[in-house]
């Protein structure tokens, strides 16, 4: 598990925001015009607090079968009704649905070479007014039937423009977006790879945004929005804006700015052949883990060993709090949706804690939870909570 919460936060970098279509080039948009970026400054002194108000709306444990392990939580949907938690095991190459009560519902595990079957699972999104379940692997996309798993049929990519090793994907109505990293390490040339991060595909005709240049990490892409059919993509290498991604635009949302904090010019020119010591400096890194709700932004970065946490006021444009996490058992935030945020937690580690001394009474997430239901094992506890409204906020 240690592993898998390690690639939950790996670093996505990348920097120029520019569109193309039909071979024309228009800069990304702002929204709103003109806003001045939002400084990131830490206090080393001074850890990142949660509202002491927050309320935990509902505490889940997610048991798997006996013969069924989850290795890693590398995503989560949830169904329209919150009821059924949809988690995505990205080292199987497996889908676990439980319902409301923890309780494992079905398995989505079709690896293999068939027709009907994946080689693995790069990403995975859910229309649930449509009941299609899509896996994006290896230059296709496989549909499923949401309720029974039958296999529907597969979307191919191969003969779309330039790259086609995509990593990530959303489908917004009838448009498609799809990612590429990028990688420098391909043995194909610049001109076939072409210079774009993001393709947007709709009737047949694809635009491309996001140019290419300093270079991508994999992570997780496509940040659901406060808003429905909206996400967010994270700023990379290069910038600190996140990017809105809406059915028919690509525009920046929100702008930040880490001082004389952020990674030197020289070293974003050559981060490539540099790339783990960079990575493990006392720069800041690019934002990351981007969850919005109707009131608050929360986000992370890097800075060497360390990640601060940040929970933003959107109305005024305002940190609450910025900074490191000392509370060993704060959950990992993994969801959020209009009004809830959604942490997950290994029982094994809420275990831990307590038999070295650590009290779960002490812990806003956790002071509800009975201890003596906790096992050893890694499978996760879904802590379900709202934040107070913000003093910017009439209700």
Request: charged share 25%; proline share 6%.
């Amino acid at each position: 598990m240690k592993g898998s919460v390690f690639n939950f936060f790996t670093i996505l970098l990348y920097c120029s925001f520019f569109a193309c279509s039909t071979g024309h080039k228009d800069s990304i948009s702002s929204y709103p015009k003109n806003n001045s970026p939002v400084l990131l400054k830490v206090d080393t002194s001074i850890p990142f607090k949660w509202p002491s108000n927050l309320e935990v709306e509902k505490t889940t444990y997610l048991k798997p079968s006996d013969s069924t392990v989850i290795s890693s939580v590398d995503k989560i949907l949830l169904s329209p009704d919150r009821d059924l938690f949809y988690v995505f095991d990205q080292g199987q190459s497996k889908i676990f649905v439980f319902d409301e009560l923890g309780i494992l519902k079905q398995v989505l595990d079709r690896q293999g070479e068939g027709p009907e079957e994946y080689l693995e699972i790069y990403d995975v999104q859910i229309d649930f007014e449509k009941e299609i379940l899509e896996v994006l692997s290896y230059q296709n996309l496989k549909k499923y039937n949401l309720n029974t798993f039958e296999f529907i049929g597969t979307e191919e990519l191969r003969n779309l423009p330039k790259d086609k090793n995509f990593s990530n994907f959303i489908r917004i109505s009838n448009v498609l977006y799809l990612w590429t990293d990028l990688p420098p390490n391909q043995l194909v040339g610049k001109e076939e790879l072409g210079n774009y991060h993001l393709l947007r595909i709709e009737d047949g005709i694809v635009n491309f945004y996001i140019e290419q240049k300093y270079g991508v990490i994999n992570s997780l892409l496509f940040y659901p929005a406060s808003s429905i059919d909206e996400y967010n993509l994270p700023p990379l290498l290069g910038s600190n804006d996140i990017i809105r991604v809406t059915q028919d635009s690509v525009y920046t949302k929100f702008k930040f700015d880490f001082g004389n904090k952020g990674i030197p010019l020289i070293d974003l020119i050559n981060y490539w052949e540099n790339r783990h010591e960079i990575l493990g400096s006392e720069y800041y890194k690019p934002l990351q883990n981007i969850r919005e709700t109707k009131d608050y932004l929360f986000f992370q970065f890097a800075a060497g060993r360390f990640y601060h946490n940040v929970l933003f006021d959107k109305k005024t444009e305002s940190v609450i709090s910025i900074g490191q996490i000392k509370d060993k058992i704060d959950p990992i935030i993994i969801l959020s949706d209009s009004l809830y945020l959604y942490g997950y937690m290994p029982s094994a580690i809420l275990v831990d804690y307590i038999e070295n001394g650590g009290e779960l009474s002490e812990s806003p997430f956790f002071k509800d939870l009975d201890p003596t239901l906790l096992e050893k094992d890694e499978n996760p506890i879904i802590i379900k909570f709202r934040l107070p409204y913000p003093p910017s906020s009439k209700r």
